[in-house]
């Protein structure tokens, strides 16, 4: 058994697209101990969360994740400027995993340059989703420092 099975990590999962959150949260619910911090369809939604803006300020309710998967087009603010956000404000530690649509090494580039840990080309089904979810249980096995679950 990894190190993980035996730990609950919180996880922000960010996805504008209802049924890939839908399927993204259900996987990493039943194929790990992630816990599910927060199902957010939109890039306003992350920020207060992180910031602990309003009913997220109180972090018994509403703990910090320790992950945070983040698609890149998100209506209003995007998960470019998700990622940027999280560069210029003074929080803890937190893996970033990108998920995308798009082909473009370019914003695969962007998203790393930007402080993304991993950056996966969205899955179209299951067992996309399961391989990812796999490779995301072995990113959160050797977190960077400071990050503990």
Known sequence: MSPLKRLDCWVLVADDDADDL????????DMTRFRIALKAGNG???????????????????PFPHLLI?????????????LRWIQTHPIPPLVVVVITG????KDA???RALGANAVFVKPVGLAHIREMTVQVERIMETAPKGVTC
């Open 109 to 111: 580039a962007r998203a």
């Open 70 to 82: 983040l698609d890149l087009k998100l209506p209003g603010v995007d998960g470019f400027e998700v």
């Open 102 to 105: 798009s082909q473009n090494p």
């Open 22 to 29: 839908l399927l993204l949260c259900r996987t990493l619910e």
């Open 44 to 62: 306003e939604a992350v920020l207060a969360y992180l910031n602990g803006d309003g009913e997220y300020g109180d972090r018994e309710a509403h």
